[in-house]
Protein backbone atom coordinates (compact mmCIF):
# COMPACT_ATOMS: atom_id res chain seq x y z
CA UNK A 1 0.00 0.00 0.00
CA UNK A 2 2.89 2.29 1.34
CA UNK A 3 6.73 1.88 0.52
CA UNK A 4 9.39 4.30 1.38
CA UNK A 5 12.34 3.59 -0.99
CA UNK A 6 15.80 4.88 0.23
CA UNK A 7 14.07 8.09 1.24
CA UNK A 8 16.09 11.26 1.85
CA UNK A 9 15.52 14.39 3.52
CA UNK A 10 16.17 16.51 6.26
CA UNK A 11 15.86 20.75 7.10
CA UNK A 12 18.17 22.77 5.54
CA UNK A 13 21.86 21.08 6.35
CA UNK A 14 20.86 18.75 8.48
CA UNK A 15 19.82 15.27 7.27
CA UNK A 16 17.15 13.63 8.69
CA UNK A 17 16.29 10.78 6.71
CA UNK A 18 19.39 9.06 5.08
CA UNK A 19 18.02 6.45 2.89
CA UNK A 20 14.71 5.05 4.65
CA UNK A 21 12.87 1.74 3.40
CA UNK A 22 9.92 0.61 4.86
CA UNK A 23 6.60 -1.06 3.40
CA UNK A 24 2.99 -1.01 4.87
CA UNK A 25 -0.07 -3.83 3.36
CA UNK A 26 -3.49 -2.81 3.58
CA UNK A 27 -4.86 -3.77 6.89
CA UNK A 28 -1.61 -3.74 8.65
CA UNK A 29 -0.79 -1.63 12.28
CA UNK A 30 2.88 -0.85 11.35
CA UNK A 31 4.69 1.08 14.37
CA UNK A 32 7.78 2.80 14.12
CA UNK A 33 10.19 3.05 17.64
CA UNK A 34 13.31 4.73 17.63
CA UNK A 35 15.03 7.21 20.73
CA UNK A 36 14.02 10.72 20.31
CA UNK A 37 15.62 12.20 17.43
CA UNK A 38 16.11 9.39 15.27
CA UNK A 39 13.53 10.64 12.87
CA UNK A 40 10.01 8.87 13.15
CA UNK A 41 8.56 12.16 12.96
CA UNK A 42 9.95 13.47 9.76
CA UNK A 43 9.53 9.70 8.03
CA UNK A 44 6.05 10.56 8.52
CA UNK A 45 6.66 14.31 7.67
CA UNK A 46 8.08 13.14 4.31
CA UNK A 47 4.88 10.96 3.71
CA UNK A 48 2.22 13.35 4.32
CA UNK A 49 4.66 15.91 2.01
CA UNK A 50 5.42 18.49 4.90
CA UNK A 51 8.52 17.96 4.49
CA UNK A 52 10.39 17.66 0.37
CA UNK A 53 12.52 14.22 -0.25
CA UNK A 54 15.71 15.11 -1.40
CA UNK A 55 15.95 11.81 -2.50
CA UNK A 56 14.71 8.06 -3.07
CA UNK A 57 10.95 7.75 -3.16
CA UNK A 58 7.20 7.01 -1.64
CA UNK A 59 4.40 5.58 -3.56
CA UNK A 60 1.43 5.35 -2.07
CA UNK A 61 -0.54 2.51 -3.74
CA UNK A 62 1.44 2.18 -6.68
CA UNK A 63 2.16 5.56 -7.51
CA UNK A 64 4.57 8.10 -6.88
CA UNK A 65 3.70 10.78 -4.30
CA UNK A 66 6.68 12.58 -2.71
CA UNK A 67 6.11 15.54 -5.08
CA UNK A 68 2.60 16.11 -4.04
CA UNK A 69 1.23 19.19 -2.08
CA UNK A 70 -0.06 17.98 1.52
CA UNK A 71 -3.48 18.48 0.15
CA UNK A 72 -3.42 16.25 -2.72
CA UNK A 73 -1.87 13.33 -0.19
CA UNK A 74 -4.60 14.02 1.57
CA UNK A 75 -7.14 13.90 -1.05
CA UNK A 76 -5.40 10.42 -1.87
CA UNK A 77 -6.43 9.08 1.45
CA UNK A 78 -3.27 9.07 4.28
CA UNK A 79 -4.13 11.51 7.31
CA UNK A 80 -1.87 12.43 9.51
CA UNK A 81 -2.28 13.49 13.18
CA UNK A 82 0.42 15.30 13.84
CA UNK A 83 3.19 14.77 17.32
CA UNK A 84 1.47 17.35 20.17
CA UNK A 85 -1.65 17.25 19.04
CA UNK A 86 -1.98 20.60 17.72
CA UNK A 87 -5.60 21.80 18.51
CA UNK A 88 -6.28 24.90 16.92
CA UNK A 89 -6.68 27.06 19.52
CA UNK A 90 -9.83 28.95 19.57
CA UNK A 91 -13.21 29.79 20.99
CA UNK A 92 -15.20 27.06 22.83
CA UNK A 93 -18.03 27.48 20.46
CA UNK A 94 -15.85 26.37 17.15
CA UNK A 95 -14.05 23.26 19.51
CA UNK A 96 -17.61 21.69 20.15
CA UNK A 97 -18.73 22.24 16.92
CA UNK A 98 -15.47 20.35 15.95
CA UNK A 99 -16.39 17.48 18.61
CA UNK A 100 -19.31 17.07 17.01
CA UNK A 101 -18.98 16.64 13.81
CA UNK A 102 -15.72 13.96 14.83
CA UNK A 103 -18.51 12.03 16.84
CA UNK A 104 -20.49 11.68 13.74
CA UNK A 105 -17.58 10.13 12.35
CA UNK A 106 -16.19 7.46 15.28
CA UNK A 107 -19.41 7.07 17.67
CA UNK A 108 -16.55 6.17 20.40
CA UNK A 109 -15.40 9.29 20.80
CA UNK A 110 -18.79 10.55 21.38
CA UNK A 111 -19.10 8.64 25.12
CA UNK A 112 -16.32 10.29 25.93
CA UNK A 113 -16.94 13.71 25.02
CA UNK A 114 -20.47 15.02 25.51
CA UNK A 115 -18.92 14.74 28.90
CA UNK A 116 -16.55 17.93 27.57
CA UNK A 117 -17.66 21.63 28.46
CA UNK A 118 -15.27 24.51 27.39
CA UNK A 119 -11.32 23.53 27.52
CA UNK A 120 -10.40 20.46 26.57
CA UNK A 121 -7.90 18.08 28.81
CA UNK A 122 -4.72 16.17 27.02
CA UNK A 123 -6.58 12.91 26.35
CA UNK A 124 -10.04 14.74 25.15
CA UNK A 125 -7.67 16.95 22.87
CA UNK A 126 -6.04 13.75 21.62
CA UNK A 127 -9.04 11.99 20.55
CA UNK A 128 -9.84 15.14 18.94
CA UNK A 129 -6.93 15.16 16.91
CA UNK A 130 -7.20 11.62 15.82
CA UNK A 131 -10.72 12.05 15.14
CA UNK A 132 -10.30 14.73 13.28
CA UNK A 133 -7.56 12.84 11.26
CA UNK A 134 -10.62 10.21 10.31
CA UNK A 135 -12.95 13.00 8.85
CA UNK A 136 -11.04 12.83 5.76
CA UNK A 137 -12.17 9.21 5.39
CA UNK A 138 -8.42 8.05 5.06
CA UNK A 139 -7.05 4.85 3.86
CA UNK A 140 -3.77 5.28 5.57
CA UNK A 141 -3.75 6.75 9.52
CA UNK A 142 0.19 8.11 10.24
CA UNK A 143 -0.08 8.42 14.00
CA UNK A 144 2.70 10.68 15.79
CA UNK A 145 3.02 9.62 19.24
CA UNK A 146 -0.52 9.54 20.32
CA UNK A 147 0.45 8.86 23.76
CA UNK A 148 2.31 11.71 24.29
CA UNK A 149 1.53 13.16 27.39
CA UNK A 150 -1.26 11.74 28.31
CA UNK A 151 -2.57 10.31 31.84
CA UNK A 152 -1.55 5.93 32.00
CA UNK A 153 -5.87 5.53 31.79
CA UNK A 154 -5.90 7.62 29.23
CA UNK A 155 -3.17 6.05 27.06
CA UNK A 156 -5.18 2.60 27.44
CA UNK A 157 -8.34 4.23 25.81
CA UNK A 158 -6.05 5.90 23.38
CA UNK A 159 -4.54 2.68 22.01
CA UNK A 160 -8.28 0.90 22.34
CA UNK A 161 -9.63 3.67 19.92
CA UNK A 162 -6.34 2.99 17.77
CA UNK A 163 -7.30 -0.86 17.22
CA UNK A 164 -11.21 -0.26 16.70
CA UNK A 165 -9.95 2.24 14.16
CA UNK A 166 -7.86 -0.49 12.67
CA UNK A 167 -10.43 -2.82 12.84
CA UNK A 168 -12.70 -0.51 10.33
CA UNK A 169 -10.51 -1.53 7.92
CA UNK A 170 -7.89 1.95 8.07
CA UNK A 171 -4.43 1.15 7.67
CA UNK A 172 -2.82 2.15 10.34
CA UNK A 173 1.52 3.77 10.52
CA UNK A 174 2.34 4.64 14.13
CA UNK A 175 5.18 5.92 15.90
CA UNK A 176 5.57 5.76 19.69
CA UNK A 177 7.79 5.94 22.57
CA UNK A 178 6.26 3.83 24.35
CA UNK A 179 7.87 1.03 22.67
CA UNK A 180 6.29 -2.22 24.52
CA UNK A 181 2.36 -1.04 23.97
CA UNK A 182 3.05 -0.36 20.56
CA UNK A 183 4.65 -3.97 19.51
CA UNK A 184 2.12 -5.46 21.65
CA UNK A 185 -0.78 -4.20 19.33
CA UNK A 186 0.99 -4.02 16.00
CA UNK A 187 1.58 -6.79 13.09
CA UNK A 188 5.05 -5.43 12.04
CA UNK A 189 7.55 -2.73 13.71
CA UNK A 190 10.49 -0.72 12.27
CA UNK A 191 13.33 0.63 14.61
CA UNK A 192 14.51 3.67 13.37
CA UNK A 193 18.02 5.17 14.59
CA UNK A 194 19.76 8.21 13.38
CA UNK A 195 17.59 8.66 10.47
CA UNK A 196 17.83 5.31 8.69
CA UNK A 197 16.16 1.98 9.89
CA UNK A 198 18.04 -0.37 11.71
CA UNK A 199 16.17 -3.47 12.09
CA UNK A 200 12.39 -4.39 11.00
CA UNK A 201 10.22 -7.66 11.39
CA UNK A 202 7.44 -9.07 13.06
CA UNK A 203 6.26 -6.81 16.48
CA UNK A 204 6.38 -10.41 18.22
CA UNK A 205 10.23 -10.75 17.38
CA UNK A 206 10.86 -7.40 18.29
CA UNK A 207 9.70 -7.95 21.59
CA UNK A 208 11.91 -10.25 21.83
CA UNK A 209 14.87 -9.19 19.99
CA UNK A 210 18.14 -8.83 22.81
CA UNK A 211 19.03 -5.34 21.03
CA UNK A 212 15.59 -3.89 21.34
CA UNK A 213 15.03 -5.38 24.99
CA UNK A 214 18.06 -3.57 26.09
CA UNK A 215 17.79 0.09 24.14
CA UNK A 216 13.88 0.43 24.03
CA UNK A 217 12.29 -1.92 26.74
CA UNK A 218 14.22 -1.16 29.65
CA UNK A 219 15.60 -4.44 30.20
CA UNK B 1 -17.40 70.00 23.26
CA UNK B 2 -18.80 70.52 19.92
CA UNK B 3 -15.40 71.49 18.98
CA UNK B 4 -13.99 68.35 20.76
CA UNK B 5 -17.34 66.26 19.18
CA UNK B 6 -15.63 67.41 16.12
CA UNK B 7 -12.89 66.31 15.94
CA UNK B 8 -14.55 62.77 17.01
CA UNK B 9 -15.99 62.64 14.20
CA UNK B 10 -13.14 64.11 11.19
CA UNK B 11 -10.75 61.22 13.11
CA UNK B 12 -13.51 58.14 12.85
CA UNK B 13 -13.69 59.65 9.13
CA UNK B 14 -9.55 59.68 8.81
CA UNK B 15 -9.27 56.55 10.88
CA UNK B 16 -11.61 54.27 8.97
CA UNK B 17 -9.01 54.68 5.76
CA UNK B 18 -6.44 53.72 8.18
CA UNK B 19 -8.26 50.85 9.86
CA UNK B 20 -8.63 49.21 5.96
CA UNK B 21 -5.10 49.62 5.42
CA UNK B 22 -3.68 48.14 8.71
CA UNK B 23 -6.38 45.57 8.17
CA UNK B 24 -4.70 44.55 5.28
CA UNK B 25 -1.19 44.82 6.08
CA UNK B 26 -1.90 43.00 10.21
CA UNK B 27 -3.34 39.97 7.29
CA UNK B 28 -0.57 39.97 5.32
CA UNK B 29 2.23 39.68 8.57
CA UNK B 30 0.09 37.30 10.27
CA UNK B 31 -0.40 34.56 7.95
CA UNK B 32 2.20 35.18 5.23
CA UNK B 33 5.09 36.03 7.27
CA UNK B 34 5.65 38.81 5.31
CA UNK B 35 6.62 42.42 6.52
CA UNK B 36 4.68 44.40 3.36
CA UNK B 37 7.06 47.36 2.42
CA UNK B 38 4.76 48.20 -0.41
CA UNK B 39 1.54 48.48 0.93
CA UNK B 40 1.36 51.88 0.88
CA UNK B 41 2.19 51.15 -3.01
CA UNK B 42 -1.17 49.68 -3.32
CA UNK B 43 -3.04 52.53 -1.46
CA UNK B 44 -1.43 54.61 -4.33
CA UNK B 45 -2.37 52.58 -7.30
CA UNK B 46 -6.17 52.33 -5.87
CA UNK B 47 -5.86 56.73 -6.31
CA UNK B 48 -4.70 56.47 -9.47
CA UNK B 49 -6.70 54.12 -10.73
CA UNK B 50 -9.19 56.42 -9.69
CA UNK B 51 -8.26 59.01 -11.18
CA UNK B 52 -7.91 56.80 -14.15
CA UNK B 53 -10.86 55.45 -14.27
CA UNK B 54 -12.82 59.35 -13.88
CA UNK B 55 -10.32 61.30 -16.27
CA UNK B 56 -9.39 59.30 -18.98
CA UNK B 57 -12.20 56.53 -19.16
CA UNK B 58 -14.68 59.02 -18.06
CA UNK B 59 -16.59 56.27 -15.73
CA UNK B 60 -19.20 56.55 -13.39
CA UNK B 61 -17.43 57.48 -9.92
CA UNK B 62 -18.47 54.55 -8.31
CA UNK B 63 -17.51 51.91 -10.79
CA UNK B 64 -13.73 53.65 -10.39
CA UNK B 65 -13.71 52.90 -6.95
CA UNK B 66 -14.73 49.00 -8.02
CA UNK B 67 -12.06 49.84 -10.70
CA UNK B 68 -9.82 50.46 -7.76
CA UNK B 69 -10.11 48.17 -5.30
CA UNK B 70 -10.01 45.26 -8.30
CA UNK B 71 -6.59 46.78 -9.54
CA UNK B 72 -5.27 45.94 -5.96
CA UNK B 73 -6.71 42.36 -5.75
CA UNK B 74 -4.77 41.79 -9.44
CA UNK B 75 -1.91 43.52 -8.64
CA UNK B 76 -1.50 41.87 -5.42
CA UNK B 77 -2.19 38.78 -6.42
CA UNK B 78 -0.04 38.91 -9.44
CA UNK B 79 2.76 39.88 -6.79
CA UNK B 80 2.31 37.08 -4.46
CA UNK B 81 2.65 34.64 -7.54
CA UNK B 82 5.63 35.59 -9.02
CA UNK B 83 7.62 37.77 -6.28
CA UNK B 84 6.24 35.62 -2.84
CA UNK B 85 5.67 32.10 -3.65
CA UNK B 86 9.32 30.94 -4.83
CA UNK B 87 10.54 32.62 -1.43
CA UNK B 88 7.76 30.85 0.62
CA UNK B 89 9.76 29.11 3.50
CA UNK B 90 12.67 31.89 3.32
CA UNK B 91 13.13 33.99 5.77
CA UNK B 92 11.37 37.15 7.04
CA UNK B 93 14.71 39.40 5.94
CA UNK B 94 14.21 37.89 2.51
CA UNK B 95 11.34 38.72 1.46
CA UNK B 96 11.09 41.75 3.08
CA UNK B 97 13.86 43.11 1.14
CA UNK B 98 11.76 42.00 -2.01
CA UNK B 99 8.95 43.81 -0.91
CA UNK B 100 11.25 46.97 -0.54
CA UNK B 101 12.44 46.26 -3.85
CA UNK B 102 8.67 46.39 -5.14
CA UNK B 103 8.05 49.59 -3.26
CA UNK B 104 10.66 51.49 -5.23
CA UNK B 105 10.16 50.19 -8.24
CA UNK B 106 5.85 50.82 -7.84
CA UNK B 107 6.46 53.92 -6.89
CA UNK B 108 8.58 55.21 -9.43
CA UNK B 109 6.60 53.36 -12.46
CA UNK B 110 3.97 55.54 -10.74
CA UNK B 111 6.30 58.75 -10.97
CA UNK B 112 7.13 57.85 -15.01
CA UNK B 113 3.25 57.02 -15.49
CA UNK B 114 1.64 60.01 -14.19
CA UNK B 115 4.63 62.30 -14.06
CA UNK B 116 5.19 64.49 -10.47
CA UNK B 117 2.64 66.87 -10.84
CA UNK B 118 -0.38 66.48 -8.10
CA UNK B 119 -4.02 65.53 -9.45
CA UNK B 120 -6.96 65.88 -7.99
CA UNK B 121 -10.26 63.87 -8.10
CA UNK B 122 -13.43 65.00 -9.10
CA UNK B 123 -16.48 63.61 -7.20
CA UNK B 124 -20.31 63.77 -7.57
CA UNK B 125 -21.15 64.80 -3.97
CA UNK B 126 -22.34 68.42 -3.34
CA UNK B 127 -19.63 70.69 -1.75
CA UNK B 128 -21.49 72.65 1.15
CA UNK B 129 -21.17 70.55 4.23
CA UNK B 130 -24.31 68.73 6.02
CA UNK B 131 -24.87 70.09 9.14
CA UNK B 132 -25.60 67.15 12.05
CA UNK B 133 -26.57 69.24 15.12
CA UNK B 134 -23.60 70.74 16.21
CA UNK B 135 -21.15 68.71 13.89
CA UNK B 136 -21.02 69.78 9.96
CA UNK B 137 -18.90 67.20 7.50
CA UNK B 138 -18.59 67.01 4.24
CA UNK B 139 -21.16 64.79 2.08
CA UNK B 140 -17.78 63.18 0.38
CA UNK B 141 -16.04 62.53 3.93
CA UNK B 142 -19.52 60.92 5.26
CA UNK B 143 -19.44 58.64 2.00
CA UNK B 144 -15.91 57.68 3.18
CA UNK B 145 -16.69 56.91 6.62
CA UNK B 146 -19.74 54.94 5.78
CA UNK B 147 -17.72 52.85 2.41
CA UNK B 148 -14.98 51.98 5.08
CA UNK B 149 -17.01 50.32 7.43
CA UNK B 150 -18.76 48.50 4.67
CA UNK B 151 -15.67 47.20 3.60
CA UNK B 152 -14.63 46.48 7.37
CA UNK B 153 -17.66 44.71 7.96
CA UNK B 154 -17.39 42.51 4.97
CA UNK B 155 -13.93 41.78 5.70
CA UNK B 156 -14.95 40.58 9.11
CA UNK B 157 -17.20 38.57 7.51
CA UNK B 158 -15.13 36.93 5.16
CA UNK B 159 -12.97 35.92 8.06
CA UNK B 160 -15.16 35.03 10.67
CA UNK B 161 -17.77 33.47 8.70
CA UNK B 162 -16.59 31.88 5.74
CA UNK B 163 -14.76 28.57 5.27
CA UNK B 164 -11.85 30.51 3.45
CA UNK B 165 -11.76 33.13 6.88
CA UNK B 166 -11.42 29.92 8.98
CA UNK B 167 -9.05 28.15 6.16
CA UNK B 168 -6.42 31.49 6.97
CA UNK B 169 -7.41 31.90 10.55
CA UNK B 170 -5.98 27.93 11.00
CA UNK B 171 -3.57 29.10 8.69
CA UNK B 172 -2.26 31.71 10.85
CA UNK B 173 -2.27 29.65 14.02
CA UNK B 174 -0.06 26.19 12.48
CA UNK B 175 0.52 26.40 8.84
CA UNK B 176 1.73 22.81 8.96
CA UNK B 177 -1.34 21.78 10.77
CA UNK B 178 -3.73 23.76 8.59
CA UNK B 179 -1.71 21.76 5.58
CA UNK B 180 -2.45 18.23 6.94
CA UNK B 181 -6.08 19.46 6.93
CA UNK B 182 -6.12 19.61 3.41
CA UNK B 183 -5.83 23.93 3.68
CA UNK B 184 -3.93 24.64 0.28
CA UNK B 185 -1.37 26.91 2.02
CA UNK B 186 -0.55 28.49 -1.82
CA UNK B 187 -4.06 29.60 -2.14
CA UNK B 188 -4.43 31.09 1.19
CA UNK B 189 -0.94 33.27 0.47
CA UNK B 190 -2.91 34.46 -2.98
CA UNK B 191 -5.86 35.37 -1.42
CA UNK B 192 -4.22 37.21 1.27
CA UNK B 193 -2.12 39.21 -0.41
CA UNK B 194 -4.51 40.17 -2.66
CA UNK B 195 -7.39 41.04 -0.21
CA UNK B 196 -4.99 43.09 1.58
CA UNK B 197 -3.69 44.71 -1.15
CA UNK B 198 -7.44 45.53 -2.22
CA UNK B 199 -7.97 47.04 0.90
CA UNK B 200 -5.01 49.67 0.66
CA UNK B 201 -6.58 49.96 -2.67
CA UNK B 202 -9.44 51.01 -1.71
CA UNK B 203 -8.50 53.03 1.53
CA UNK B 204 -6.30 54.80 -1.68
CA UNK B 205 -9.36 55.25 -3.65
CA UNK B 206 -11.33 56.41 -0.92
CA UNK B 207 -8.87 58.88 0.59
CA UNK B 208 -7.89 60.33 -3.16
CA UNK B 209 -10.84 62.69 -3.84
CA UNK B 210 -10.63 63.76 -0.43
CA UNK B 211 -6.88 65.09 -0.81
CA UNK B 212 -4.56 64.85 -4.08
CA UNK B 213 -2.87 62.23 -5.35
CA UNK B 214 0.81 62.01 -6.20
CA UNK B 215 3.53 58.99 -6.46
CA UNK B 216 4.91 59.49 -3.13
CA UNK B 217 1.71 59.47 -1.40
CA UNK B 218 2.14 55.88 -0.31
CA UNK B 219 4.67 56.74 1.87
CA UNK B 220 3.14 58.38 4.89
CA UNK B 221 -0.07 56.18 4.01
CA UNK B 222 2.34 52.97 5.06
CA UNK B 223 3.22 54.48 7.84
CA UNK B 224 0.26 54.98 9.31
CA UNK B 225 -0.86 51.36 8.17
CA UNK B 226 2.78 50.33 10.40
CA UNK B 227 1.18 52.08 13.37
CA UNK B 228 -1.90 50.54 13.64
CA UNK B 229 -0.59 47.17 12.58
CA UNK B 230 1.71 47.58 16.10
CA UNK B 231 -1.40 49.66 18.25
CA UNK B 232 -3.30 46.49 17.23
CA UNK B 233 -0.72 43.51 17.35
CA UNK B 234 -0.01 41.55 14.57
CA UNK B 235 -2.18 39.66 12.75
CA UNK B 236 -4.96 41.07 14.97
CA UNK B 237 -8.09 42.23 12.83
CA UNK B 238 -10.12 43.73 15.46
CA UNK B 239 -6.85 45.10 16.74
CA UNK B 240 -6.29 46.65 13.56
CA UNK B 241 -10.03 48.08 13.42
CA UNK B 242 -9.62 49.79 16.57
CA UNK B 243 -6.13 50.81 16.43
CA UNK B 244 -6.72 52.21 13.23
CA UNK B 245 -9.63 54.62 14.76
CA UNK B 246 -7.95 55.51 17.64
CA UNK B 247 -5.21 56.92 15.52
CA UNK B 248 -7.79 58.76 13.10
CA UNK B 249 -8.92 60.29 16.50
CA UNK B 250 -5.56 60.79 18.20
CA UNK B 251 -4.28 62.58 14.92
CA UNK B 252 -7.56 65.29 14.70
CA UNK B 253 -6.83 65.80 18.53
CA UNK B 254 -3.64 66.43 18.15
CA UNK B 255 -4.03 68.52 14.95
CA UNK B 256 -6.68 70.72 16.46
CA UNK B 257 -5.68 71.30 20.04
CA UNK B 258 -1.98 71.05 19.65
CA UNK B 259 -1.28 72.49 16.19
CA UNK B 260 -1.72 71.05 12.66
CA UNK B 261 1.84 70.60 12.22
CA UNK B 262 1.92 67.94 15.08
CA UNK B 263 -0.49 65.35 13.08
CA UNK B 264 2.32 62.53 11.82
CA UNK B 265 4.12 63.32 15.43
CA UNK B 266 0.56 62.58 17.43
CA UNK B 267 1.16 58.62 15.31
CA UNK B 268 4.97 58.47 16.47
CA UNK B 269 4.60 59.38 20.23
CA UNK B 270 1.73 56.51 20.04
CA UNK B 271 3.85 54.36 18.49
CA UNK B 272 6.65 54.87 20.88
CA UNK B 273 4.67 54.30 24.19
CA UNK B 274 2.69 51.59 22.71
CA UNK B 275 6.13 50.00 22.03
CA UNK B 276 7.52 50.89 25.83
CA UNK B 277 4.41 49.42 27.36
CA UNK B 278 2.89 47.01 25.56
CA UNK B 279 4.94 45.39 23.21
CA UNK B 280 2.54 42.99 21.55
CA UNK B 281 -0.67 45.63 20.87
CA UNK B 282 -3.11 47.62 23.25
CA UNK B 283 -5.61 44.29 22.62
CA UNK B 284 -3.01 41.42 22.53
CA UNK B 285 -5.03 38.81 24.84
CA UNK B 286 -2.61 36.25 22.63
CA UNK B 287 -1.81 37.08 19.02
CA UNK B 288 -4.07 36.01 16.63
CA UNK B 289 -6.08 36.55 13.00
CA UNK B 290 -9.54 37.17 13.98
N1 LIG C 1 12.24 21.78 12.12
C1 LIG C 1 13.47 21.25 12.22
N2 LIG C 1 14.56 21.97 11.89
C2 LIG C 1 15.80 21.45 11.97
N3 LIG C 1 16.07 20.21 12.38
C3 LIG C 1 15.04 19.43 12.72
C4 LIG C 1 13.68 19.91 12.66
N4 LIG C 1 12.85 18.92 13.07
C5 LIG C 1 13.66 17.86 13.36
N5 LIG C 1 14.96 18.17 13.15
C6 LIG C 1 16.11 17.27 13.33
O1 LIG C 1 15.89 16.10 12.57
C7 LIG C 1 16.25 14.95 13.30
C8 LIG C 1 15.08 14.00 13.40
O2 LIG C 1 14.05 14.61 14.15
P1 LIG C 1 12.60 13.96 14.31
O3 LIG C 1 12.19 13.42 12.99
O4 LIG C 1 11.73 14.95 14.96
O5 LIG C 1 12.89 12.75 15.31
P2 LIG C 1 11.92 11.89 16.21
O6 LIG C 1 10.52 12.15 15.81
O7 LIG C 1 12.34 10.48 15.96
O8 LIG C 1 12.18 12.28 17.62
C9 LIG C 1 16.77 15.45 14.65
O9 LIG C 1 18.17 15.50 14.58
C10 LIG C 1 16.18 16.81 14.78
O10 LIG C 1 17.04 17.64 15.54
MG1 LIG D 1 8.95 12.88 16.92
Request: with cysteine; charged share 15%; aromatic share 6%.
Amino acid sequence: MLSLEGLRAGYGRVEALKGVSLDVRPGELVTLIGANGAGKTSTLKAISGLLRASGGRILFEGAEIHRLTPREILRRGIAHCPEGRRIFRTDARAIREDLERVCTYFPILAERLRQVAGTLSGGEQQMLAIGRALMARPRLLLLDEPSLGLAPALIETTFRIIREIRQRGVTVLMVEQNAYVALRMADRGYVMETGEIALEGPAGDLIENAHVKRAYLGG
Amino acid sequence: MEEFLQHILNGLILGGTYALLGIGLTLIFGIMNVVNFAHGEFYTLGAYTTFLFLALLETNFFLALLGAVASGILLGAICERLLLRPLLGESIDTTMLVMIGVWIAMQNAELTLWGGVAKSIDHPFPQPPLTLGPLSVAPLRLFVLGAAVLLIAGSHLLIHRTRLGRAMRATFQDRETAALMGVDIHRIHTVTFAFGSGLAAGAGALLGPVFVVYPAMGDPAALKAFVVVILGGLGNFAGATLGGLILGIAEELGAGYISSGYRDAVGFAIIILVLLLRPSGLFARAERVG
